[in-house]
C-alpha cells in the first residue's frame, strides 16, 4: 500500500510542515522526506531496537517550548501536529558524542578496509560532525573467525549495532551465528569456526554498516566501489528474476551485490545469486568459433567464416530440416531470434515431456482472471500459506525467505491489537513469543523450513497431487474420493484447520516434481481457499529456470525433448540440430544419446562454456554472457524483466545477433525461399530492433517496448554512466601497452554508457547501475531512490507483468503416461540442492566448497526388502544409466520410493524423474 492510499499526519521539522504516511516512525519519515539523520541499528526490512542510540532529534511539546525533549528517532512514532528538530545543538550534540564512543574502540584502518568507500560508518561521522578523536587508550581487540569460504570475519571493527545477528536470526532463521559476552564486550560470531549455515548469509556483507563481514571472493580481486564499472542486471539461477548489480575492472566480474526491488527481492539475496558468478570469469569458457569439417580435426575460425560454414549447412540440407533446441537459461529474444531462424515447426525446448506439460499449465493457469499470481512482496503479507510438491529453499530460495516472514503475520497482528506497531522489532517478538500463521509444506523429500512449519509431510508426488485433490474437496464440503490412506486423509482434515482462518491464503507449487496434474489441482486449491476466506486466489509457481515462463510463452504448443528425439529417430532425411545454451546430451541416457547424434548430420552450438554437447558438436559458435549482453527473462509471475551488460567483451556477439547475422546471410543467398520471419530478423542491427521483433512475432509480448528504456533514453541529452565520477586509472591500467588514455567503447544497445561521462541523476529504475548520493556512500543510498522507506523505487519498480494483460482460460491438459512400478522397482524422485542443481553457479569455487555429499534417501522399512545398510554404496540404474550413492535413512519418508539428489552433473538429471529404477547393493558392499 502506498501513501496515497495510507492517512497521513502533518508534522513539523525544524519550522518547516510536512506531510507523512502515519504509524510510521520518525526516522524512517525523516529519511523518506530525504532529511539526513543518522542511524545504525535502524533496518527498513528490520525495524526498530533502539541499540545504538545515532538517530537522536529533539522533540517539542508545542510551539512554546524552546527546550524540548531528546527522543530517538527509530522508536518514535509520528503524530499530528509533532514537532522536532534535527539541527537542535543538544540533539546533534548527542549524536556527535555517540560517534565518538563508538569510534573510540574502532580500528584505524579504513585504507585497508574492504568496505572503505562504502562504508555506512564513514557516512554517518561525517554527517554527526566528528572530526577529531580524543580517546588515547588502548582499543579492545577480538579473534576472528573462519565463516568459510564466502564471508571474511574482522570483529574489531564492530560497533554492536546487533543488525547482523537480527537478520541472520530473526529476519533468515539461522541459528549459527549468535552474540557472545554481555554488555560493553560483545562478540558477534559462532561458537566455533566454520562455515556459515545459512543460504543468506552473505547479505551480513551489506547489512554490516562496517566491516566486520566482508566478501572473501571480491577481497581475493579486490576494486574500491568507485574503481568497479557496474550495470543493472537480473539473477539466472533461478526463476525469481531478483535484481542485481554487477560490478566489473577490466572485464572480469568483480562482484555481485543486491539491486533494490520493492516487489520482489527487497534487499536481499540468496549466496546463490550473489556468488554464482564465477562461470562468467572461468578460463574454460568458450572464446571463439570451431568448426569440425568432416573427417577433420576440430578447428578455429574466425566468426565470419563459421556462419558462412553454418549458412551453406542451411543450403545443403534445406531449411526444413534444421531444427533447434532453445533454452529457459537464455533470454527470450536469443530464443526468439533461434525460432524466427528455423520456424516455430522447427524449433524444441529443452525439457521433458512432463516438463513441458507442467510449465504449459502453470503460464496456462497464471493467465486466469480469477487467479493472482502475488509478487514476493505481497507473498509477505500471506496469512497462511500451504507449499506443495517444492522445497523452496532450494528451488526458489528468495521465496523461501518471503514465507519466513509471513508466517509472523499472526504476531503482527496480536500485536497490532494492543497497539504495538509493526516496526517495534523487539517489543513484537516480546509479545507474540513462537505464535505463527500456518505454514504447511507436503513435499517430497523434507523442508527446511520444517522450524516454522505448522505441518509437515512426505509423499510421493502423485500421492501430492492426491492430496491436494482432497483438500480441496473437504473444503468444498465434499467427500474425499481420492486414493489416500485414512491417517493421510486425517492430515487434510487438520491442513484444513489450519488454513480456515486465513484471510490472505496462499497456495505455492512448481515444476520440481514434474506433475502437470499437481499443477491444476494447486490453482483448484487456490480457488477454492479464496472462496473459503472470501478473498481474491493468490497462487504461486516456482519454475525450473530463469527464463522458463519466458520460453513457455514463446511457444504455441509444447514442443519438448522427446518430441526432438521422435523426429531425429523418424526422419529419412539428414538433419542439423542447432543447440542453444544448453548441454542436450546431459537430458538423455547416454546410450540414447550415442544414437541421436549418429542420425545427425551435423550438430551446431551456441554456447558460452563447454559442455558434453559443445564437444560433440562439429560447429561451436562461442556467444556473450549474460553480464556481457543485454536481454529479457521472464520470471515466476510473468514479470520480464531486463539486463544489461556490464562490460563489453573483446570479441563475443550476444546468440541473437549471431542469428541474425546468419538470417541475413541466408536471406541475401535464398531471397525467395526466406520466410517473413526470417526477413524480419535479418533486419535486426540493434537490441531494440530486437526488441520490436519480439512484440511483433508473438502477441504474449505486445506490450514490451514498456519492459525498460530503450537505447534513445537520455537525461539532459545524456546516457546513463556505468563508471562512478570517481572512477580511476583509466589510463595507467593500460599504460603497459599504451600511455595513452583508450577510447571508451560504444553501446548501441542501451542508454547505458561504458564510461564515467553521463548523468547519474534521476535514472529510471531500470538504468540504475548502482546507488550513490552526497554523503551517502554505502548501499543505503538506496533510501534516495525510492518513492517511499521500503516501497518501490521512483518512478515504479522495473519490469513489465506481462501476465496481467491477458485472459485465457487453460485448455485441456494432456493425456500423459501414467507411472507403473514393477516388482523390485523403487519410485526415484529428486530433490534440488542450493549449490549443485544449477549448472553455473556450481562452478563458482565458494559455492561448490558448501555442497553437502550427495546421498540417496530412503525409508529404513523399505531399505530392508532391498537388503540396504545405511551408510552404504548402491548402485541405482534408469534404463542404462548408473548412479552409485551412499545410503541415508529417513523415516519420514514414503514407502517404496527414493530420493535422489537433483545435482546438474549426475548421471541420472533430474528432468527423467520420477521414475522406476532398480537399486541395489555395489558389488564391493554385496561381499
Not at 258 to 278: T, V
Request: hydrophobic share 35%; charged share 15%; glycine share 6%.
Amino acid at each position: 500500500m502506498n501513501a496515497d492510499t495510507q492517512a497521513l499526519v502533518t508534522i513539523n521539522i525544524d519550522s518547516l510542515d510536512y506531510k507523512v504516511k502515519a504509524g510510521t516512525n520518525l526516522l524512517e519519515a525523516c529519511l523518506g522526506l530525504a532529511k539526513d539523520l543518522p542511524y545504525f541499528c535502524w533496518h527498513p526490512a528490520m525495524g526498530s531496537v533502539g541499540s545504538c542510540r545515532q538517530c537522536a532529534v529533539q522533540v517539542f511539546q508545542d510551539q512554546e517550548d524552546t527546550r524540548g525533549r531528546m527522543a530517538m528517532a527509530c522508536m518514535t512514532p509520528v503524530s499530528e501536529g509533532m514537532i522536532i528538530s534535527l539541527n537542535h545543538q543538544q540533539a546533534k550534540q548527542f549524536r556527535q558524542q555517540c560517534i565518538e564512543v563508538i569510534m573510540a574502540n574502532h580500528p584505524h584502518d579504513c585504507p585497508v578496509c574492504e568496505e572503505g568507500g562504502e562504508c555506512h560508518l564513514q557516512d554517518m561521522t561525517l554527517q554527526s560532525g566528528h572530526a577529531l578523536r580524543r580517546y588515547k587508550g588502548a582499543k579492545k581487540t577480538y579473534n576472528n573467525q573462519d565463516m568459510g569460504p564466502c564471508i571474511g570475519h574482522e570483529m574489531n571493527r564492530c560497533i554492536s549495532c546487533y543488525r547482523c545477528v537480527r537478520f541472520y536470526q530473526d529476519y533468515a532463521g539461522g541459528d549459527d551465528l549468535v552474540t557472545l559476552g554481555s554488555r560493553e564486550n560483545v562478540y558477534f560470531g559462532r561458537h566455533e569456526d566454520g562455515c556459515l549455515d545459512s543460504y543468506f548469509s552473505g547479505n551480513l556483507v551489506e547489512v554490516c554498516p562496517t566491516g566486520v563481514f566482508y566478501d572473501k571472493p571480491f577481497s581475493n580481486s579486490f576494486n574500491r566501489k568507485w574503481d568497479l564499472q557496474s550495470a543493472p542486471s537480473i539473477c539466472s539461477h533461478c526463476s525469481i528474476g531478483c535484481n542485481l548489480s554487477v560490478g566489473s575492472r577490466q572485464g572480469k566480474v568483480k562482484r555481485i551485490t543486491n539491486r533494490y526491488h520493492g516487489q520482489i527481492n527487497g534487499y536481499f539475496l540468496c549466496d546463490r545469486g550473489r556468488y554464482g558468478y564465477s562461470y562468467n570469469n572461468s578460463e574454460q569458457r568458450l572464446t571463439q568459433c570451431e568448426v569440425t569439417p568432416e573427417n577433420s580435426p576440430m578447428v578455429s575460425t574466425d566468426y565470419a567464416a563459421t556462419l558462412d560454414y553454418v549458412g551453406q549447412i542451411f543450403t545443403e540440407l534445406g531449411q526444413q530440416n534444421v531444427l533447434a533446441l532453445g533454452s529457459a537459461n537464455a533470454s527470450l529474444e536469443d530464443n526468439l531470434a533461434l525460432q524466427s531462424l528455423v520456424g516455430k515447426e522447427n524449433f524444441y525446448g529443452a525439457v521433458s515431456a512432463h516438463q513441458s506439460h507442467a510449465q504449459s499449465r502453470v503460464t496456462q493457469q497464471l493467465q486466469r482472471a480469477t487467479i493472482h499470481t502475488p509478487s514476493l512482496k505481497q507473498i509477505e503479507q500471506a496469512d497462511g500459506i500451504i507449499i506443495l510438491g517444492e522445497d523452496l529453499l532450494h528451488s526458489a530460495p528468495r521465496m523461501a525467505l518471503s514465507v519466513r516472514q509471513a508466517s509472523r503475520n499472526l504476531g503482527l497482528e496480536q500485536a497490532a491489537q494492543v497497539g504495538i506497531a509493526s516496526w517495534q522489532d523487539e517489543s513484537v517478538r516480546i509479545h507474540t513469543q513462537d505464535r505463527r500463521s500456518p505454514i504447511i509444506c507436503v513435499t517430497c523429500g523434507g523442508s527446511e523450513l520444517a522450524d516454522i512449519s505448522a505441518l509437515n509431510l512426505q509423499l510421493t508426488p502423485s500421492q501430492i497431487t492426491s492430496f491436494t485433490l482432497a483438500l480441496t474437496s473437504h473444503l468444498a464440503g465434499q467427500p474425499e474420493s481420492h486414493d489416500l490412506p485414512a491417517e493421510v486423509i486425517a492430515l487434510v482434515h487438520q491442513a484444513a484447520e489450519l488454513l480456515a482462518g486465513a484471510k490472505r491464503p496462499l497456495v505455492i507449487s512448481g515444476t520440481s516434481s514434474n506433475q502437470p496434474a499437481l499443477i491444476d489441482a494447486a490453482a483448484e486449491l487456490s480457488l477454492g481457499l479464496a472462496n473459503m476466506a472470501q478473498s481474491q486466489a493468490w497462487l504461486s509457481y516456482s519454475l525450473s529456470a530463469s527464463n522458463s515462463m519466458g520460453l513457455s510463452l514463446l511457444q504455441d504448443e509444447a514442443h519438448h525433448l522427446e518430441q526432438l528425439q521422435q523426429r531425429i529417430n523418424s526422419s529419412p532425411e539428414p538433419l542439423a540440430l542447432m543447440v542453444l545454451q544448453t548441454d542436450w546430451l546431459a537430458f538423455q541416457d547416454a546410450a540414447m544419446a550415442t544414437a541421436m547424434q549418429q542420425k545427425l548430420q551435423h550438430l551446431i552450438v551456441i554456447d558460452q562454456l563447454p559442455s558434453a554437447t559443445s564437444r560433440a558438436a562439429d560447429v561451436v559458435i562461442a556467444c556473450a554472457s549474460l553480464h556481457e549482453s543485454e536481454g529479457t527473462l521472464v520470471n515466476h509471475e510473468g514479470r520480464a524483466q531486463r539486463y544489461f551488460a556490464a562490460y563489453e567483451p573483446a570479441s563475443l556477439q550476444p546468440a541473437w545477433r549471431s542469428l541474425a547475422n546468419l538470417t541475413r546471410w541466408l536471406t541475401e543467398q535464398q531471397p525467395k525461399t526466406s520466410t517473413a520471419s526470417q526477413q524480419a530478423l535479418a533486419q535486426c542491427q540493434h537490441f531494440d530492433d530486437m526488441s520490436r521483433l519480439v512484440s511483433q512475432l508473438n502477441t504474449a509480448f505486445k506490450h514490451w517496448d514498456q519492459v525498460a528504456p530503450n537505447a534513445d533514453f537520455r537525461i539532459a541529452g545524456m546516457k546513463i554512466p556505468r563508471q562512478s565520477h570517481r572512477y580511476s586509472g583509466r589510463t595507467s591500467i593500460y599504460a603497459d601497452i599504451d600511455v595513452s588514455e583508450r577510447k571508451q567503447p560504444l553501446d548501441e544497445d542501451s542508454a547505458l554508457a561504458f564510461t564515467m561521462e553521463g548523468s547519474p541523476v534521476n535514472p529510471a529504475a531500470a538504468l540504475i547501475p548502482q546507488v550513490w548520493s552526497p554523503g551517502w556512500n554505502s548501499n543505503e543510498a538506496i533510501n534516495k531512490f525510492q518513492a517511499e522507506i521500503d516501497g518501490p523505487l521512483k518512478g515504479g519498480d522495473p519490469g513489465l507483468r506481462i501476465l496481467d494483460h491477458q485472459d485465457t482460460p487453460p485448455s485441456t491438459p494432456a493425456n500423459l503416461p501414467i507411472l507403473m512400478l514393477n516388482k523390485g522397482e523403487l519410485l526415484a524422485v529428486s530433490q534440488g540442492r542450493m549449490f549443485d542443481s544449477e549448472p553455473l553457479s556450481a562452478m563458482a569455487s565458494a559455492l561448490r566448497q558448501r555442497c553437502t555429499s550427495a546421498v540417496a534417501s530412503i525409508h529404513p522399512d523399505t531399505a530392508a526388502q532391498f537388503n540396504l545398510q545405511e551408510g552404504h554404496q548402491v548402485s541405482i540404474c534408469l534404463g542404462k544409466s548408473q548412479w552409485q550413492l551412499p545410503v541415508s535413512f529417513d523415516s519420514a519418508m514414503p514407502l517404496q520410493s527414493l530420493l535422489l539428489p537433483a545435482q546438474w552433473h549426475a548421471p541420472i538429471h533430474a528432468s527423467r524423474l520420477p521414475a522406476a529404477v532398480t537399486v541395489k547393493p555395489t558389488q564391493q558392499e554385496a561381499n
